[in-house]
């Protein structure tokens, strides 16, 4: 008969309950027995653990007792390959064939292309950790990496028994009291959604992270935070991944206490990662579970091989540097309260950082998990791109002085530009939705300012921007014929900024009216229309033709040169319309002339202002007597 591994009362946790007959303890030669019993009775004979000899995987399956209330047959992926099985005591193949529909020879993961290609959907692979090397495991990340169902999953350990007990973790399902979820970052200051508890650095300062952590049976914990192979730091307080009771490996390099050293951080403060008690363990921090041949440390001291060691049926852990911050976090928090894979949340979340998978997953995907999420792309709204770049030209370059009355408004507003195309402010702080409306509420008010400003005085130095640039611009050698808004043929072009800060400028130049448009690209388009000629004493009717680039409002003005201000009249001041994308508005206003106004030529500019760019268009007429 297996003997039960029954859990002795803990003076710390005086509410663990008595263990159960959920994993039964044998010696490696009664193996391949009890995993018969066991697979032909689940509901009624415990999963075999061969962990005599193992103090450390003894006292896990204490812990286990715990965690897990009974015995549930996994759904099955579709491909399982056993790595060195030879390797393995027998009866660890038997355990584990239930796990995948269709076993396959190792010698076919050579090819992992082609393997992926006669042996499509999910894949299983088991073995022993020093089996987890570059060559196969990166080519089959990589090919299932961005797969819409979960790619591959790995259950392993340091030696065969490690393996076998991964293995039987497999069969066992959560105790309903076990909900708990957990974040602990030292590298963020995420949100605190309802039913997860956070702890970032401002806690570890006054709050016993040690004690909450080992006090706590969890369904999911995350610990992020810088680290190594063997740690995850957590300010003063350290995940640790040394196994006490594993062999050293001579030659290996190892972290200070391998060489009788103190730790780096305070010994009365470190969290052996195989006492965590907890359903899933995510380990987010860089290089927290290599490849074997690319480890930094001897297996004794290494993360991965210690949390698969401790009671967690699911243990995610990266494999190589990522970059994650508070997207993750916040991807993670909320797919692990509905219950998604953590790896698949974490990849998806980012994908737009880097071409390769970061976290690995040891333990079966959850058959009732959520479809895996699209990836995440870091795309910026277009709108705060473009709001950005024009920003950096008005601030960066020489054309306002440095006491201009727009500067101290622009800067908070490239301050809060910064922060959106940022990924944690893109990604997790805040929805697009949000983005954009607080960007357009700036927008309009800063484009109100500077119509205003424009029409107050249109000399001001904003409007100087296409002499300004296009001194520090090369023409672009594509022109492009237009009709000018007298009717006769124009020529459209672009000057190209020479540096960062300098902006392109479009012009359409009339060998009649001279240069009549300019604007700034994706700024409004405008045409100006009236008659040749108007009477002293008359009014002058002017039709704007306004093109926006986006739908959107856009403010609009008219000013004639200082030398006719005098004597004229402009109405309205400032006009504010809702223009549609691509579709031309027409706007009208009227220039009254007084009575005495000289007779010669003159000319009037209307212009445009839609999200900080300024457009204008120049129109030439002539003031003529007064008949009569």
């Not at 099955?76 to 529909?101: C, E, K, M, N, W």
């Not at 020489?398 to 910064?418: Q, T």
Request: with cysteine; glycine share 6%.
């Amino acid at each position: 008969m297996n003997a039960p591994v029954v859990a002795e009362e803990a003076p710390d946790r005086p509410d663990r309950r008595p263990a159960t007959a959920l994993f039964g303890a044998v010696g490696v030669d009664r193996l391949p027995r009890a995993v018969a019993e066991f697979l032909a009775a689940p509901e009624h004979t415990p999963v075999p653990v061969p962990c005599v000899g193992r103090p450390d995987l003894a006292h896990a399956v204490e812990l286990a007792a715990g965690l897990y209330a009974g015995v549930e047959v996994p759904q099955p992926l579709d491909v399982g390959v056993l790595l060195g099985p030879l390797d393995l005591p027998d009866g660890v193949s038997a355990l584990a064939r239930p796990l995948a529909r269709t076993w396959v020879a190792e010698q076919e993961l050579a090819d992992a292309a082609g393997f992926r290609r006669r042996h499509p959907g999910t894949l299983l692979i088991v073995g022993c950790y020093d089996r987890l090397n570059l060559d196969p495991v990166r080519a089959l990340l990589l090919t299932t990496y961005r797969d819409r169902e979960p790619g591959l999953t790995l259950l392993s350990g340091r030696d065969a028994a490690s393996v076998a007990w991964n293995v039987a973790k497999q069969y066992a399902r959560p105790a309903a009291g076990v909900d708990a979820i957990g974040l602990f970052t030292d590298t963020d200051r995420p949100p605190h959604p309802d039913g997860v508890r956070v702890f970032d650095d401002r806690d570890f300062e006054h709050v016993d992270i040690q004690a909450e952590i080992l006090a706590t049976r969890w369904r999911r914990v995350a610990f992020q935070g810088h680290g190594k192979d063997d740690s995850v730091n957590l300010g003063e307080f350290t995940i640790c991944g040394l196994n006490p009771t594993a062999p050293a490996r001579t030659g290996a390099l190892g972290p200070r206490c391998a060489y009788g050293l103190p730790c780096y951080k305070p010994e009365d403060k470190l969290v052996p990662l195989n006492r965590v008690e907890a359903v899933e363990v995510v380990l987010s921090a860089c290089n927290s579970g290599p490849l074997a041949d690319l480890a930094l440390y001897d297996p004794r001291y290494q993360l991965l091989l210690n949390a698969l060691d401790g009671p967690a049926r699911t243990v995610v852990s990266a494999v190589s540097v990522h970059d994650s911050d508070r997207p993750e976090n916040v991807a993670w928090m909320h797919g692990a309260l509905s219950g998604a894979d953590s790896v698949d949340i974490l990849n998806a979340s980012l994908a737009g950082s880097h071409p390769y998978p970061a976290f690995m997953r040891f333990g079966l995907p959850q058959g009732d998990a959520p479809a895996a999420p699209p990836p995440a792309e870091h795309r910026p709204d277009p709108l705060v791109l473009t709001v950005g770049r024009r920003l950096t030209t008005l601030l960066t370059s020489e054309l306002l002085p440095h006491n201009h009355a727009l500067r101290p408004r622009l800067v908070k507003l490239a301050r809060k530009v910064d922060l959106w195309v940022s990924r944690p402010t893109h990604l997790a702080d805040q929805s697009p939705e949000q983005i954009r409306t607080s960007l357009t509420a700036d927008l309009q008010s800063l484009d109100h300012v500077i119509a205003e400003q424009v029409a107050a005085n249109p000399e001001n130095e904003l409007m100087s921007y296409p002499a300004h640039f296009g001194d520090r611009s090369s023409l672009d050698p594509q022109v492009r014929e237009v009709t000018c808004h007298c009717g006769r043929p124009a020529q459209e072009f672009t000057r190209r900024g020479l540096l960062p800060h300098v902006s392109d400028t479009i012009c359409a130049v009339c060998m009649r009216c001279g240069d009549v448009t300019f604007r700034v690209p994706q700024g409004p388009s405008l045409l100006a229309h009236a008659q040749d000629e108007v009477e002293q004493g008359a009014v002058l009717e002017v039709r704007a033709t306004l093109t926006a680039a986006r739908p959107g409002p856009v403010r609009l003005g008219l000013f004639v040169p200082t030398y006719l201000r005098e004597d004229t009249t402009v109405e309205p001041g400032i006009v504010k319309i809702r223009a549609g994308h691509e579709r031309a508005r027409e706007v009208a206003f009227r220039v009254r002339f007084a009575a005495e106004t000289a007779p010669q030529a003159y000319y009037f500019t209307v212009f445009a202002v839609q999200d900080l760019a300024v457009s204008t268009a120049r129109r030439h007429f002539g003031v003529v007597p007064r008949r009569g």
